[in-house]
């Protein structure tokens, strides 16, 4: 496509004029890998369409909530007939409830739960509520992990573990951040070391069980049992944020994955997101009931939302559960996702590009290098000039990956043998150009 006649540059144009950078969330406006964004017209099954009417096999699927690829029927007349019955209502309705049941029945760390419409709104929410419930105030996070962009949260780790970490984000006072302490992933003696030193003033550590946001590092079982272990002894919470693995790993998410090594684990709060809304604005956390009563009405906690549990979105939410929870939902789609990434390992192998894969569920990631980091710094080794010729490589030829290198894949239920094969057709046409 010659620039004059690609659609997609136009409406960039058009966009950068009235939205700061021309996109509503920074990902999208492909800064990382350079050049236009496309801009998508339309979607179905595993595809999407852009500008220009080119066909992309789609990887992001919204980045995680679509599992059943894009206009599911079910879930299409789910959504047509609530929106029939109305948009939102303030008050509440019999969905939220069966919503409820329905989550909670498959994760049964959770005897309740707060719906709520994004996994900020989440995260936020549920490190207030691990304050609120301990009457502490200082938390763990962990360098890589994304839970959103609440501003206690937007913080990188300081110059040593007695101190706090730094900001990330211009407008965010440093007092606000104070009580954040940022560790590195799968750092079992840091992680005790800051326990021993803070462990009594701790409401809570919150993880990402498979780090999504610095591709796909997985939290290694030794290290999830300690921050389980520690969490107990020292009275804080286990905050697991699932918003990306929460039904896309495992029908009963990462939780579930992680139960089958450590005997009996469980977090003590759940975070949710992307799957549950099956692509409309919904999320969630959840715990026991003592914790959860916590929360207003019932407790001091305070916690809010004028489109909190929303008729179309819950709608759109229990339709596409109710499809993924069919037997062998996972098999299958694990499967395909494991036949992309052993694809994309063979080509690369063959033409002797480094690169390592892991994938869980319907989730995956990959790294032009020879070993699967095990944190953030070994991820920012990644050599970002190649992963942007890949990229841009697979984009001409009609695939469609995250257009940056710190965020994991998506395989849904829509993509077919012939999906994967010529994706991996692709792949290996551009590793003969690295
Ligand atoms: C996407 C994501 C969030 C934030 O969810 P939004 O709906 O984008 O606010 C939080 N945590 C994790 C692990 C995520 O992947």
Redo the contacts with the bound molecule.
Sequence with gaps: MTPNTDLNIPLFERAKALIPGGVN?PVRAFKAVGGTPRFVKRAQGAYFWDANDQRFIDYIGS??PMILGHGHPAVLEAVQSAALEGFSFGAPTEREVELAEEILSLVPSMEMIRLV???????MSAIRLARGATGRSKFIKFEG?????ADSLLVKAGSGLATFGNATSAGVPPEVVQHTIVLEYNNVAQLEEAFALHGKELACVMI?PI???MNFVRASVPFMKRCRELCTEYGALLVL?????GFRVALGSAQSVYAKSIPGFKPDLT?L??VIGGGM?L?AFGGPRAIMEHLAPLGGVYQAGTLSGNPVATACGLATLREIKKPDFFDALSARTRSLVDGLAAAAAAEGVPFSTDCEGGMFGFFLMPELPQNYAQVLKTDSARFNQLFHGLLDRGVYIAPALYE?GFVSAAHTADDIAATVAAAREVFKTL
């Design positions: 969330s980045w995680g419409s994004s996994g900020t709104e989440a995260g992990c994304y839970h959103g962009h990402e780090a999504g946001n944020d699932e918003v990306m693995t975070v997101g992307k604005p999320a994991a």
